[in-house]
């Protein structure tokens, strides 16, 4: 069954994208989390009018403002002239600032992946994935003075699944320096400091790419979009998609969400219209590939969509999940050893999911590994990014505990 599917991951963006799968897929977002959408280069000027159909969608249900996605709320800002400037005359400007939002005895945040947030909802939760963590620190740095520079970071995709859409996630961090009227010789690298809601081990040696505020604020839009559609809000996720494109005309992210938002809505040629946008910008862009496979095969042109996935099939000879819904087919039939040997294999293409993670458990469980599935569950849950998730895991864990496994 062929699905749509976006981009997102921790500090993160999401990507819609449609990839031919044999099980429900997540759309890919690129948002939300760490994560950030990746940018395919497409013209800096306005985005086509005629890409637009605002009046085959009902107003959102919230108002969507983008001057809101920094806004501090007013308990911030007494956060922020109080506790934060405190830490920031005591150990300087942007070490005082990100010490002040580790501290457990202050804000006591907390990771959760479950949705992308502005500065001041994060800031009242005390919880966000990467890209709201990101963003109220930022929100934070420019009302106490401090430089900001937003940064995308080359990793390798990381794919997580919500009901049927696959979120692809890449990861977007800051750094933070002293204002230049505070710092009298201009720049000094001694005064920046890059700040990173991954583990140092996942993002050692890394290449950087700078990027506009604006990209990330299409970012937290495309998020906002990709979410909206993995609970069934069409019409909310259009015009979140359509600011983001308003918002970032260059960033191709928001292009295919756009183009998901149509298929979904039955728009069959408007969401071909976008995706061939897109492909006119990056030919071997994959998301965008897969998707309008998707599109000309509902539109009845198979010989159309079988030439792309062919094309898509040289850029990725493995589809995010292929490996994972073999393991699936093998968990049904009652070869556990074949599941064991696919869900290693998507483990080892994403170390990170732990959705891999648990369902290879489970099948070294139904081998009769006890010790091997409780590693990998353990796994699971440390790698989860929602406390619905580890609170499934836990509760795996402690059944093997049962069992005498240790």
């Known amino acids: 069954m062929n699905r749509p599917v976006l981009a997102p991951r921790h500090a993160m963006a999401h990507r819609l994208s449609s990839v031919p799968m044999r099980a429900p897929l997540h759309v890919l977002l690129s948002t939300f989390l760490c994560a950030l959408l990746s940018a395919c280069a497409t013209p ?47 150990q300087g400007g942007p070490r005082g600032l990100i010490d002040a939002l580790n501290r457990r005895d202050q804000l006591k945040l907390d990771y959760d992946s479950t949705q992308t947030r502005n500065a001041a909802q994060t800031f009242e939760a005390r919880k966000g994935n990467c890209l709201s963590l990101v963003i109220m620190t930022a929100a934070f740095a420019k009302e106490l003075h401090l430089t900001v520079t937003y940064q995308s970071v080359d990793m390798e995709d990381t ?39 991954l583990p140092a081990d996942e993002i050692l040696g890394q ?64 969401s071909e219209a976008v995706l061939r ?40 000879p493995f589809s995010p999940y292929h490996f994972y819904f073999l393991g699936l087919e093998a968990m049904r039939r009652g070869d556990f050893q074949t599941a064991k040997t696919e869900f290693a294999k998507e483990v080892e293409r994403d170390e990170y999911s732990s959705e891999f993670h648990f369902w290879l458990g489970l099948a070294n469980l139904k081998l009769g590994d006890l010790a091997e599935a409780r590693k990998q569950i353990n796994q699971a849950m440390v790698s989860s990014t929602t406390n619905t998730d580890r609170d499934v895991y836990a509760a795996k864990l402690e059944r093997l505990r049962s069992y005498g496994v240790h």
């Open 44 to 90: 800096a000027a306005p985005p086509p009018a005629d890409l637009f159909f605002d009046e085959q969608f009902a107003a959102p249900h919230q108002r969507i403002d983008i001057g809101e996605v920094f806004a501090l709320s007013e308990a911030m800002k007494r956060f922020a002239h109080s506790d934060i400037a405190r830490q920031m005359r005591e």
């Open 159 to 197: 794919w997580s699944r919500r009901e049927d859409i696959v979120f692809l996630s890449s990861h977007v961090n800051l750094t933070l320096g002293k204002h230049e009227v505070d710092s009298p010789r201009g720049y000094d690298p001694a005064r920046t400091l890059t700040v990173d809601f």
């Open 207 to 270: 290449i950087t790419l700078s990027i506009p505020e604006q990209t990330v604020v299409a970012m937290y839009m495309n998020n906002r979009a990709a979410e909206a559609l993995a609970r069934g809000l069409v019409d909310d996720a259009y015009w979140w998609a359509r600011g983001a494109v308003v918002s970032a005309p260059e960033f191709s992210a928001p292009y295919n969400t756009l183009g998901v938002v149509y298929l979904r809505h039955g728009d069959l040629a408007a």
């Open 277 to 316: 946008h897109v492909l006119a910008h990056d030919a071997r862009e994959r998301q965008a590939l897969s998707n309008l496979a998707i599109v000309l095969d509902k539109q009845g042109r198979a010989g159309e969509a079988s030439t792309l996935r062919a094309r898509l099939a040289q850029l990725e």
